[in-house]
T-cell receptor, first 113, second 116 residues
Framework: LAKTTQPISMDSYEGQEVNITCSHN???????ITWYQQFPSQGPRFIIQ???TKVTNEVASLFIPADRKSSTLSLPRVSLSDTAVYYC??????????????FGRGTQLTVWP | GAVVSQHPSRVICKSGTSVKIECRSL??????MFWYRQFPKQSLMLMAT?????????EQGVEKDKFLINHASLTLSTLTVTSAHPEDSSFYIC????????????FGPGTRLTVT
């Protein structure tokens, strides 16, 4: 498994842009980078996935530099409801390893009013 | 579409008893289901992979005789925690994968187990 490193926690205020960086120095050539979001007492939810450069959807953007050793999840104009834990996974499609998901520690994002 | 439910959402049981948790895919058939455990302030830990009609595959360190998994149909998997102890108190989450061609997993809302 490619090991990932994320900040344990981040704080932001409503309306700000939040960037969460994940390091994955040992990423393999075929690996995707996938981010999940988990609210308290709920199951995780897939947010975004990318392989290189930039990916954007209605929820977030994912920036991946050319060396792919890190990635940055960008949440534009966060609101209180974005307070959650964000997990970065590296592996096959949807972050899987042989079809399974192995979650790291994640980043607790707290958005303040 | 792709809704996964769990029942019960919360359960309290006495030490030494067994408790069953159900995971259902409501609007799709799930050839594979997964069970996770999450302790407070910690990440999800994959416990086992459940394939319909065959024995579950347990992750290293997970006791298969303590956490019995049955995947009897394409829409239902059950996790039974046998002889529960207070240290088994945790948040149990299941997920379901639609087909073998897709790695997308749809997660259930979780079950909070408290063993007294």
């Amino acid at each position: 498994l490619a090991k990932t490193t994320q900040p344990i926690s981040m704080d932001s205020y409503e309306g700000q842009e939040v960037n969460i960086t994940c390091s994955h120095n040992n990423i393999a050539t075929n690996d995707y980078i996938t981010w999940y979001q988990q609210f308290p007492s709920q199951g995780p939810r897939f947010i975004i996935q990318g392989y290189k450069t930039k990916v954007t959807n209605e929820v977030a953007s994912l920036f991946i530099p050319a060396d792919r050793k890190s990635s940055t999840l960008s949440l534009p104009r966060v609101s209180l409801s974005d307070t959650a834990v964000y997990y970065c996974l590296v592996g096959g499609d949807r972050g899987s390893t042989l079809g399974r998901l192995y979650f790291g520690r994640g980043t607790q994002l707290t958005v303040w009013p | 579409g792709a809704v996964v439910s769990q029942h019960p959402s919360r359960v309290i049981c006495k030490s030494g008893t067994s408790v069953k948790i159900e995971c259902r895919s409501l609007d799709f058939q799930a050839t594979t289901m997964f069970w996770y455990r999450q302790f407070p302030k910690q990440s999800l830990m994959l416990m086992a992979t459940s394939n319909e009609g065959s024995k579950a595959t347990y992750e290293q360190g997970v006791e298969k005789d303590k956490f019995l998994i049955n995947h009897a149909s394409l829409t239902l998997s059950t996790l039974t925690v046998t002889s529960a102890h207070p240290e088994d108190s945790s948040f149990y989450i299941c997920s379901a994968r639609r087909t073998e061609d897709s790695y997308e997993q749809y997660f259930g809302p979780g079950t909070r187990l408290t063993v007294t």
